[in-house]
């Protein structure tokens, strides 16, 4: 179990609270603001370098006596330069964040209108696509983040330097085939790498200014090595374990104050074991020493809350053996020991993982905080190489954000892109098009009257048939905004450290990254398996109700009809508990919007990829869907991602695998999200941990992809919504992410508190 963390640790955690800086946020705002006016005739990418530049010139960078790392993260409220036209209160706070609201605060027809200065001419059904987008957004159809998420190019900058990306710039700025616009980019990437250079120097000159208020040696040795480092890693490759870590903080913090998204870290224990193994042989630092180092990074990232921060953990190497080190040991450590909801950690399962680390594991999932998630590598390097990433590069993938897979420093691709509600699809059908919500109405590809449905085939045909047109009018609009939206938010330091966008002379989300994907991912898939279960049973088979009448009780959200919600809640089999005829409903629906999703091209040359997970969108969703025939009334939350709708699984954890294991995860490179929830008290019995430990490996030997675990009790979530001031530091997970509890909008807390809670495994 956790340890209790160094003096110089508890220090820095009980001044947390000093990192954040309202003045920074706000000043980034206005300078970026001022330079874009100045500079409205020139192309974005150099206003917005330009704009960079003088805010690292001016931004506080202090580093405080108590400190073992320079950094200071935190979120910041961005709008002119921001890649997502987000909306932020005047007051906003950047040591808060609060999902206070279901609603989104994203606007996409700000988003649309961006682009549309880069676009041709646009057709009719390019207009209808990206007008479905908008308002299917406002009516809780899709959900749209135009910008992914992303791993850093941590190893494509930290071995090398600054100074030789510079020297690559040069040489690609040298080449006379490049375009005006290539240039430019090029140029952008000049001035910010500059200006990064300057800005850790500035680093240097603060840890030498808080030598002078040290209160012993021990402090200022830090502050020494501290200003030692930055200055040396303004042009150099890190040369040592510390400095590795170092420049990861500030690596991480250069490319999140140019951008907001979700900028992941990757594979950074094997990044940094060749310096700590290094280290420790030549006696430069102890194994305690290591760990603070790591425990002052967590706390760095963590000032960024919330922000979907992924370090990956564990997997194989290049010939497919174990990869996991002592580095992998000191951030699982690190987990128990700095119980923030930043940054998110992760673990690719090996099956030769040995027994002690699978101990560590354990401890660190009993703590209940969500971390870490288990990922199966035999069944996602398969997944990558089926999507076109080559074999050399596939081993090597990471995950970013929640649960989506990347190769880190090579790939940019919206995962975050597109989230459709099968949910609003049947409900469209039912109610003519027209949403029962906003009384909006939308595209079909055909409206059939109820009465003219004869069997539940032609239903089930009908709906795959709706689902199809939704998945290919949403890419539709997807790729519309893809093929322009880098030119008005270009992200020129991430850019920087992604491999080929130099020598391309290209951005990120241009053509610039070697792999270039775009995503859609889905919602509700386990109440529409539940859902057309209930419609076969109790309109075609026992002729209970027409069509017709089940779309009355519907409409009164049962009132009158309990009978209805009570049959198809009770009466029907529930797809998560090992029954045959929901499980492969569910499978099969899987199985074709993938095959559809997977083969529509992409506007960068490559193609689309499904995902089902679901981050918060189950919730929100369920928010802005009208009841469904699986007995749920309108406003509750939809299932997580491809868990069994909250209480349907009944048949224990074992049963719940099984089920999910039938969907076939051989092409989802955008994730999925499996999450159970275990009461506290399982894991202190050693026999349970045995059969944790073997239902893990059951699952991903079936096939399973991802699996994530809650462990807290009912009653701790039913107090913390009660008095929230008590439980400001409770984490749980989500849907791929784990947040404070007390920041979740109310349908997402008791979406959570409505999960299963297993109490043991079936033999």
Request: aromatic letters at 10%; glycine letters at 6%; one cysteine or more.
């Given at each position: 179990?956790?340890?209790?963390?160094?003096?110089?640790?508890?220090?820095?955690?009980?001044?947390?609270?000093?990192?954040?800086?309202?003045?920074?946020?706000?000043?980034?705002?206005?300078?970026?603001?001022?330079?874009?006016?100045?500079?409205?005739?020139?192309?974005?990418?150099?206003?917005?370098?330009?704009?960079?530049?003088?805010?690292?010139?001016?931004?506080?960078?202090?580093?405080?006596?108590?400190?073992?790392?320079?950094?200071?993260?935190?979120?910041?409220?961005?709008?002119?330069?921001?890649?997502?036209?987000?909306?932020?209160?005047?007051?906003?706070?950047?040591?808060?964040?609060?999902?206070?609201?279901?609603?989104?605060?994203?606007?996409?027809?700000?988003?649309?209108?961006?682009?549309?200065?880069?676009?041709?001419?646009?057709?009719?059904?390019?207009?209808?696509?990206?007008?479905?987008?908008?308002?299917?957004?406002?009516?809780?159809?899709?959900?749209?983040?135009?910008?992914?998420?992303?791993?850093?190019?941590?190893?494509?900058?930290?071995?090398?330097?600054?100074?030789?990306?510079?020297?690559?710039?040069?040489?690609?700025?040298?080449?006379?085939?490049?375009?005006?616009?290539?240039?430019?980019?090029?140029?952008?990437?000049?001035?910010?790498?500059?200006?990064?250079?300057?800005?850790?120097?500035?680093?240097?000159?603060?840890?030498?200014?808080?030598?002078?208020?040290?209160?012993?040696?021990?402090?200022?040795?830090?502050?020494?090595r501290i200003a030692d480092a930055c200055r040396n890693l303004s042009g150099y490759p890190a040369g040592s374990f510390f400095e590795a870590v170092q420049f990861t903080v500030l690596l991480q913090e250069v490319v999140t104050l140019e951008t907001k998204g979700s900028m992941s870290l990757g594979r950074i224990d094997q990044l940094w074991n060749p310096y700590y193994v290094a280290d420790i042989a030549a006696g430069r630092i102890t194994p305690q020493d290591a760990q603070d180092m790591v425990d002052a990074w967590h706390i760095k990232l963590a000032g960024t809350i919330c922000s979907y921060q992924n370090v990956v953990i564990g997997g194989c190497d290049a010939q497919g053996r174990f990869a996991g080190n002592e580095v992998t040991r000191l951030i699982l450590t690190s987990t128990q020991n700095?119980?923030?909801?930043?940054?998110?950690?992760?673990?690719?399962?090996?099956?030769?993982?040995?027994?002690?680390?699978?101990?560590?594991?354990?401890?660190?999932?009993?703590?209940?905080?969500?971390?870490?998630?288990?990922?199966?590598?035999?069944?996602?390097?398969?997944?990558?190489?089926?999507?076109?990433?080559?074999?050399?590069?596939?081993?090597?993938?990471?995950?970013?954000?929640?649960?989506?897979?990347?190769?880190?420093?090579?790939?940019?691709?919206?995962?975050?892109?597109?989230?459709?509600?099968?949910?609003?699809?049947?409900?469209?059908?039912?109610?003519?098009?027209?949403?029962?919500?906003?009384?909006?109405?939308?595209?079909?590809?055909?409206?059939?009257?109820?009465?003219?449905?004869?069997?539940?085939?032609?239903?089930?045909?009908?709906?795959?048939?709706?689902?199809?047109?939704?998945?290919?009018?949403?890419?539709?609009?997807?790729?519309?905004?893809?093929?322009?939206?880098?030119?008005?938010?270009?992200?020129?330091?991430?850019?920087?450290?992604?491999?080929?966008?130099?020598?391309?002379?290209?951005?990120?989300?241009?053509?610039?990254?070697?792999?270039?994907?775009?995503?859609?991912?889905?919602?509700?898939?386990?109440?529409?398996?539940?859902?057309?279960?209930?419609?076969?049973?109790?309109?075609?088979?026992?002729?209970?109700?027409?069509?017709?009448?089940?779309?009355?009780?519907?409409?009164?959200?049962?009132?009158?009809?309990?009978?209805?919600?009570?049959?198809?809640?009770?009466?029907?089999?529930?797809?998560?508990?090992?029954k045959d005829e929901p499980d492969r409903l569910a499978a099969e629906l899987v199985g074709y919007a993938s095959d559809i999703i997977g083969n529509i091209a992409n506007s960068r040359g490559f193609h689309f990829y499904p995902g089902y997970y679901g981050v918060m969108h189950h919730a929100i969703f369920g928010a802005m869907t009208g009841a469904t025939p699986d007995g749920r009334q309108a406003g509750i939350s939809l299932a997580n991602a491809l868990s069994p709708v909250q209480g349907a699984d009944v048949s224990g954890p074992t049963a719940t695998i099984n089920s999910v294991t039938r969907c076939k995860a051989t092409n989802w490179k955008d994730g999925m999200v499996l999450d159970m929830k275990f009461s506290p008290s399982f894991f202190t019995q050693p026999l349970h941990r045995k059969m944790?430990?073997?239902?893990?490996?059951?699952?991903?030997?079936?096939?399973?992809?991802?699996?994530?675990?809650?462990?807290?009790?009912?009653?701790?979530?039913?107090?913390?919504?009660?008095?929230?001031?008590?439980?400001?530091?409770?984490?749980?997970?989500?849907?791929?992410?784990?947040?404070?509890?007390?920041?979740?909008?109310?349908?997402?807390?008791?979406?959570?508190?409505?999960?299963?809670?297993?109490?043991?495994?079936?033999?």
């Amino acid at each position: 179990m956790s340890k209790k963390v160094s003096a110089n640790i508890q220090t820095i955690m009980d001044h947390f609270e000093d990192y954040f800086n309202r003045q920074n946020s706000a000043l980034r705002e206005d300078i970026y603001s001022e330079v874009y006016e100045e500079r409205s005739e020139e192309p974005y990418c150099l206003r917005q370098a330009e704009a960079y530049t003088r805010f690292l010139a001016e931004k506080n960078t202090r580093v405080y006596p108590f400190d073992l790392l320079a950094g200071q993260m935190q979120n910041y409220r961005m709008t002119l330069s921001q890649p997502l036209p987000e909306e932020y209160p005047e007051d906003y706070n950047p040591a808060e964040f609060h999902m206070g609201s279901r609603n989104s605060h994203i606007n996409v027809q700000a988003e649309v209108d961006t682009v549309r200065p880069y676009l041709p001419p646009l057709s009719d059904d390019d207009e209808a696509a990206l007008s479905m987008l908008v308002r299917g957004v406002k009516a809780g159809y899709f959900s749209h983040y135009e910008i992914g998420h992303v791993v850093t190019g941590f190893d494509n900058v930290i071995p090398v330097g600054w100074a030789e990306l510079d020297r690559q710039i040069a040489v690609s700025l040298d080449d006379p085939d490049k375009t005006d616009e290539q240039r430019d980019t090029l140029k952008a990437m000049h001035i910010s790498l500059r200006a990064i250079q300057r800005y850790f120097l500035r680093y240097a000159a603060s840890a030498e200014t808080a030598m002078e208020e040290a209160e012993n040696n021990g402090q200022r040795k830090n502050l020494k090595r501290i200003a030692d480092a930055c200055r040396n890693l303004s042009g150099y490759p890190a040369g040592s374990f510390f400095e590795a870590v170092q420049f990861t903080v500030l690596l991480q913090e250069v490319v999140t104050l140019e951008t907001k998204g979700s900028m992941s870290l990757g594979r950074i224990d094997q990044l940094w074991n060749p310096y700590y193994v290094a280290d420790i042989a030549a006696g430069r630092i102890t194994p305690q020493d290591a760990q603070d180092m790591v425990d002052a990074w967590h706390i760095k990232l963590a000032g960024t809350i919330c922000s979907y921060q992924n370090v990956v953990i564990g997997g194989c190497d290049a010939q497919g053996r174990f990869a996991g080190n002592e580095v992998t040991r000191l951030i699982l450590t690190s987990t128990q020991n700095i119980r923030y909801d930043q940054p998110l950690i992760s673990l690719r399962y090996h099956k030769d993982m040995p027994g002690d680390l699978w101990e560590q594991i354990l401890d660190t999932i009993q703590l209940g905080d969500g971390f870490p998630a288990l990922f199966n590598d035999d069944v996602i390097i398969p997944a990558c190489i089926k999507n076109g990433v080559a074999p050399e590069d596939a081993w090597d993938y990471s995950i970013v954000g929640c649960v989506e897979t990347c190769i880190g420093g090579r790939e940019y691709s919206n995962t975050e892109e597109m989230r459709i509600n099968w949910c609003k699809v049947l409900e469209m059908m039912l109610y003519g098009g027209i949403c029962p919500v906003t009384g909006e109405r939308f595209d079909m590809r055909e409206i059939i009257p109820l009465e003219d449905i004869k069997s539940y085939e032609q239903l089930f045909g009908w709906y795959k048939s709706e689902l199809d047109f939704i998945i290919r009018r949403a890419a539709h609009a997807c790729n519309l905004i893809d093929s322009a939206f880098h030119k008005r938010y270009p992200a020129t330091v991430l850019s920087i450290t992604i491999k080929d966008c130099i020598e391309k002379g290209e951005s990120a989300g241009g053509l610039g990254p070697r792999y270039r994907y775009s995503t859609i991912s889905n919602i509700g898939m386990a109440n529409m398996a539940d859902s057309l279960i209930a419609i076969r049973t109790m309109v075609f088979e026992k002729k209970m109700l027409t069509l017709t009448e089940l779309r009355d009780a519907l409409a009164a959200n049962f009132k009158g009809y309990d009978w209805v919600a009570s049959y198809a809640k009770n009466a029907c089999e529930k797809y998560g508990n090992d029954k045959d005829e929901p499980d492969r409903l569910a499978a099969e629906l899987v199985g074709y919007a993938s095959d559809i999703i997977g083969n529509i091209a992409n506007s960068r040359g490559f193609h689309f990829y499904p995902g089902y997970y679901g981050v918060m969108h189950h919730a929100i969703f369920g928010a802005m869907t009208g009841a469904t025939p699986d007995g749920r009334q309108a406003g509750i939350s939809l299932a997580n991602a491809l868990s069994p709708v909250q209480g349907a699984d009944v048949s224990g954890p074992t049963a719940t695998i099984n089920s999910v294991t039938r969907c076939k995860a051989t092409n989802w490179k955008d994730g999925m999200v499996l999450d159970m929830k275990f009461s506290p008290s399982f894991f202190t019995q050693p026999l349970h941990r045995k059969m944790f430990r073997a239902l893990v490996q059951t699952y991903f030997e079936q096939g399973g992809m991802e699996i994530q675990f809650n462990v807290i009790g009912r009653e701790t979530l039913l107090a913390a919504q009660r008095e929230p001031e008590k439980y400001k530091n409770l984490v749980v997970r989500v849907s791929g992410f784990s947040a404070y509890f007390v920041s979740l909008f109310p349908e997402l807390q008791n979406e959570i508190i409505a999960r299963t809670e297993f109490s043991g495994i079936e033999a």
